[in-house]
């Protein structure tokens, strides 16, 4: 079994910035992947960024040039830097984590952002 604690998110103003964080614990030896999904209501959760074990980044196209995620592999951390939110950027995010070797992914149980004037 794998835990994932969630911190940060919370309230910013349009342009304004924020940081989450997740650290993920329990019975695996690596995590093949790590990364942040987001959802609204009525809609599909849909990937914000993720980090693979070799460093490799993704991003989704409305968040490149603004968000930056970074992985850390010895302390099994994962980090979303939020600059220049916009209020399109309001959701729940979730982390998400792909164990190495069986492929199972695992969740956080999120945490919101919000952007408001």
């Known amino acids: 079994q794998v835990q994932l604690v969630e911190s940060g998110g919370g309230l910013a103003q349009p342009g304004g910035s924020l940081r989450l964080s997740c650290a993920a614990s329990g019975d695996f030896f690596s995590l093949n992947s790590m990364g942040w999904w987001r959802q609204t209501p009525g809609k599909q959760r849909e990937l914000v960024a993720s980090?693979?074990?070799?460093?490799?980044?993704n991003y989704a196209d409305s968040v490149k040039g603004r968000f930056t995620v970074s992985g850390d592999n010895v302390k099994n951390t994962v980090t979303l830097q939020m600059n220049s939110l916009k209020t399109d950027d309001t959701a729940v995010y979730y982390c998400?984590?792909?164990?190495?070797?069986?492929?199972?992914?695992?969740w956080g149980q999120g945490t919101q952002v919000t952007v408001s004037p």
């Open positions: 998400r984590v792909v164990v190495s070797g069986v492929g199972y992914a695992y």
């Open positions: 980090v693979s074990a070799g460093g490799s980044t």
